[in-house]
């Protein structure tokens, strides 16, 4: 309030929810749809051309795509769905995990700025991806009414407490968790990125706007904005690798013979 109540001119206007509200670039194709397909085609291109000339002693870029892969499908997939039936998965947990990971790493690259994420639109389609996969192979190994006992029913448990817990357990593996899945990666890149506006915006507002006496404090708002900058690309990397090993998790459960 200090800095706005001595500004010699202009007056502050604190970042929010508008702005991740992104004008039009051509007809109704936005910044963030953009970005959506130049992810993909990024994790595509980068992994086809790491591959192209495989070698033993690998390079870096080869270096990469190997512990990408082998992290994707040895650390996430093979220790959450199990080593009978983790192998066909591995493709959807590696490009969930890529994915994700690098349209959260858009919001730390100079120019682009913006986290996919951040749009909550992105994250439930990816959620709903996931949704359909692990009750879809949920309901292939159990059978339609298996499945529902599978989730619902947990053996060891009174029977009566079941009118409790069997409704419980149905909103949390159909509503929940998915739900769950999507408001964390999107909540995560939402408040990383408007955290790294306020110290941005601020620090531009008392550098060009505030009394001299003010100017100083832009050095600290620009500090711990690069600070924390560092802080995001750590959370946004831990974002994708969060999101790859729940839905392993939740696929793993679905296919396990126990509850």
Do not use: C, W
Request: proline share 7%.
């Amino acid at each position: 309030m200090g800095a706005l109540m001595l500004a010699e001119g202009g007056t502050f206007q604190p970042p929010g929810a508008d702005s991740f509200f992104l004008p039009p670039i051509a007809g109704g194709v936005t910044k963030p749809m953009v970005l959506v397909v130049a992810s993909a085609i990024i994790v595509g291109a980068y992994f086809l051309i790491a591959t192209r000339n495989l070698k033993l002693v690998p390079g870096k870029g080869q270096f990469v795509a190997e512990f990408a892969y082998e992290f994707s499908r040895n650390k996430i997939a093979r220790e959450q769905i199990g080593a009978k039936d983790f192998r066909p998965f591995v493709p959807l947990i590696f490009a969930l995990f890529t994915f994700v990971l690098v349209n959260n790493l858009f919001g730390i690259i100079p120019i682009i700025q913006f986290p996919t994420m951040s749009k909550i639109g992105f994250p439930i389609a990816l959620a709903a991806v996931v949704y359909v996969v692990f009750h879809g192979v949920g309901f292939a190994r159990h059978g339609f009414l298996g499945y529902f006992k599978h989730i619902m029913f947990p053996p060891g448990v009174p029977k009566p407490i079941y009118l409790l817990l069997a409704p419980i357990e149905f909103l949390q593996k159909f509503v929940a968790q998915p739900a769950a899945l999507a408001v964390r990666v999107f909540a995560a890149m939402f408040a990383g990125h408007l955290i790294l506006l306020v110290f941005t915006l601020g620090g531009e507002y008392l550098l060009l706007e505030a009394s001299v006496a003010f100017k100083p404090i832009s050095v600290v708002a620009f500090a711990f904005a690069i600070a924390l900058t560092f802080v995001e690309a750590l959370i946004q990397v831990l974002q994708a690798y969060i999101f790859a090993l729940l839905t392993a998790n939740f696929i793993g459960a679905a296919l396990a013979e126990g509850h």
